[in-house]
């Protein structure tokens, strides 16, 4: 239903509103701290990652060969990210929960929600105050970057922003569960401990179920480590996108939810399950999108652009079997070099998991654990190997189509560098702290009053 048009003439402005929850989250302490902390930690990540990244371009200035293994993503940004996403998963909750815990304790959301504002409106302005300190504590790592540019590096302007935009995909869910962990707590402790819980407590499932299948890869499906695995590889997928951004979506709408103090908590809760199934419809439906692109320099989530193209004609099922145990490194192999890239190249690719955990002494050499059968249509064929070499002419002669010709293409140049970055230290220890106290010192400023107030005179 439309609004009259006085109404919506007297609708509030967003403004002030996100003005104040600006002000609020960047004159706490809990921001600043966590950006005195982030430097050191940031910083040693950096030195170290050069440092290695020094050695291997060294040993590959004598042998070029093996410059091409020298990625800048896996060499630098990657270790370096890490750092801050360690940060960002211990301290960040603590910065986030400053949005509404303050105000709970003080009894200052009472006032609030009197306002003429919608609970869904309060919670988005907070979010997208919880997003801009997000990028108040990036600071370090992203100055990261221009002191690689400034030592010589190469940077690929793709595979960096991709790597940026799941870092901040990360914050954003972290801040979310931090707000919705302080709009179900009394204080800002109980808060932490919630936030700290969910985000640690996806460490747990990583470590405990990776690398199993059945329902344990499902639930390690469900760590916060996952969302930043394919944005570390290289790969932008829609899918994955689209699914965190459902799931905060979802974590805001449970927090508008409660929220408001007053309503009856059984309200709440039926509220609560309907936002629920919708953000598990949500998170299923962009489970089936398969779509993801390749953003590495050097293209290695993919096959070469004659078998990609070639590929993508074979439009009848390929069925795939796979007969090894999740703890296998020929699996994990396998994984990676042939079926994710199977699957995002041709259109109807299944994988069956047969291998089990494999009892070494009770079985004999020629059982069927170690082969991968392959089912195109009504033909099949087995193989033990792990490489695109021996299985893409497999995949050909089952659908009875000739390889393509090879050609020769651009082949990914890798980029040694011998640096050092020992003088970054002064950056790190020095010049960033030094900028982070004079900006933490000028936001506990109180406002000046101009002199015309004073005065009693006109401003």
Not at 318 to 338: C, F, G, I, K, W
Not at 415 to 433: D, H, I, K, M, R
């Amino acid at each position: 239903m439309r609004l009259p048009r006085a109404h919506r003439l007297c609708a509030p402005s967003l403004r002030p509103l996100l003005a104040k929850e600006l002000a609020e989250i960047v004159s706490g302490r809990a921001l600043w701290t966590m950006l005195l902390l982030a430097c050191p930690l940031v910083g040693f990540s950096f030195v170290q990652a050069v440092a290695l990244y020094s050695e291997a371009s060294a040993a590959a200035l004598q042998s070029p060969v093996l410059a091409t293994s020298l990625s800048p993503l896996d060499g630098i940004l990657v270790p370096t990210f890490g750092a801050f996403y360690l940060a960002v998963t211990l301290l960040f909750p603590f910065v986030a929960i400053r949005a509404l815990g303050q105000e709970k304790e003080t009894g200052a959301l009472r006032l609030l929600v009197q306002l003429p504002y919608r609970s869904s409106t309060l919670i988005i302005a907070k979010l997208a105050a919880v997003l801009a300190a997000w990028a108040l504590v990036s600071i370090p790592a992203l100055s990261t970057l221009a002191i690689w540019a400034v030592l010589g590096g190469h940077l690929a302007l793709s595979e960096t922003l991709n790597l940026l935009l799941g870092h901040l995909l990360y914050g954003l869910l972290v801040g979310a569960i931090a707000l919705l962990a302080a709009t179900i707590s009394d204080n800002s402790a109980t808060a932490a401990i919630i936030a700290l819980a969910v985000t640690i407590g996806s460490w747990v499932l990583d470590f405990t179920f990776a690398g199993r299948s059945g329902l344990s890869a499902w639930f390690a499906q469900l760590s916060l480590t996952q969302t930043l695995r394919s944005f570390e590889q290289g790969l932008f997928s829609a899918g994955l996108v689209l699914g965190i951004m459902a799931v905060v979506c979802g974590l805001a709408a449970v927090a508008s939810v409660w929220l408001p103090p007053g309503i009856v908590p059984r309200i709440k809760l039926v509220r609560s399950a309907l936002c629920v199934l919708v953000t598990v419809v949500a998170i299923v439906i962009a489970s089936q999108i398969r779509e993801a692109v390749d953003v590495t320099e050097d293209q290695r989530n993919s096959f070469l652009p004659a078998d990609q193209r070639l590929l993508a004609t074979l439009r009848l099922p390929l069925a795939v079997t796979v007969n090894l145990a999740p703890e296998d490194p020929r699996y994990v192999d396998l994984q990676r070099n042939v079926l994710a890239k199977l699957e995002r190249a041709m259109p109807n690719v299944s994988v069956v998991f047969a291998g089990g955990r494999r009892d070494v002494a009770r079985k004999s050499p020629d059982d069927a654990y170690g082969t991968i059968e392959y089912v195109y249509g009504n033909r099949s064929d087995v193989s033990r190997s792990t490489s695109p070499r021996e299985i893409l002419p497999l995949l050909y002669a089952l659908a009875s189509t000739q390889p393509p010709a090879s050609a020769a293409g651009a082949e990914y140049p890798g980029y040694p560098l011998v640096a050092s970055a020992e003088a970054t230290w002064l950056w790190f220890l020095g010049g960033l702290p030094v900028l982070i106290v004079l900006g933490w010192s000028w936001t506990r400023r109180p406002p000046r009053i101009p002199a015309s107030f004073v005065e009693g005179g006109p401003p």
